[in-house]
C-alpha cells in the first residue's frame, strides 16, 4: 500500500512525540492543540477583565493551561499567540526542554521551503530556538489481511 503525505507526516509526529517523551520533554502538537492554546488565551483576557486587579502575569503563570503554552509572563505568552495566529500552522511542536523552548518542524527533507525559513526567521526574534525532526519511512508498507473466523 503506498502511503500519502498525510500519513508519513502523522507517523512522523508519532515518532517525534514519542521521542520528545523519551527525552521528559514537555511537547504539544500544535497541529492538534493550537486552537486550546488560543482559547485558554481567551480564557485569561477574559478573566482579567472581570478581575483587573491581578496581574495578567499572575494569571499566565497560575492558570490551569499553562502546560499548554508553557509561558510565565504575559508578554510573552500574548507574543506567542499573535506568533500561532500568523505562522503556527507551519511548525508541528512546541517542546520545552527544561531550560529552553523550541519549535519543531517534522520532515523527511533537509530543505526547507519558504514559508517555513520566513516562519523559522519570525520565531527566533522571539527567543525560540527551532529544530526540524528528520524521519524516513518507506513510500509503500506490506500488509497481509488475515480473515478470523467465529467460532460457533
Not at 105 to 117: C, F, G, K, M, Y
Request: proline share 1%; glycine share 4%.
Amino acid at each position: 500500500m503506498r502511503l500519502e503525505n498525510e500519513d508519513k507526516q502523522a507517523i512522523f509526529e508519532v515518532a517525534a512525540a514519542r521521542y520528545f517523551t523519551t527525552q521528559n520533554w514537555k511537547w504539544v502538537n500544535l497541529r492538534k492543540d493550537v486552537s486550546k492554546i488560543l482559547k485558554a488565551y481567551d480564557e485569561l483576557n477574559e478573566q482579567y477583565a472581570s478581575y483587573s486587579y491581578v496581574s495578567r502575569d499572575w494569571y499566565v503563570e497560575n492558570m490551569g493551561t499553562k502546560n499548554l503554552h508553557m509561558c510565565s509572563t504575559w508578554d510573552e505568552f500574548k507574543n506567542l499567540v499573535t506568533f500561532l495566529n500568523t505562522h503556527g500552522n507551519v511548525f508541528n511542536f512546541l517542546v520545552s526542554t527544561g531550560n529552553r523552548k523550541s519549535f519543531c518542524i517534522v520532515s523527511d527533507s533537509r530543505d526547507l521551503n519558504e514559508t517555513q525559513a520566513n516562519a523559522i526567521k519570525e520565531v527566533q526574534k522571539l527567543g525560540y530556538n527551532t529544530f526540524v525532526f528528520l524521519a524516513t519511512i518507506p513510500d509503500e508498507i506490506e500488509f497481509q489481511l488475515l480473515q478470523v473466523r467465529g467460532v460457533n
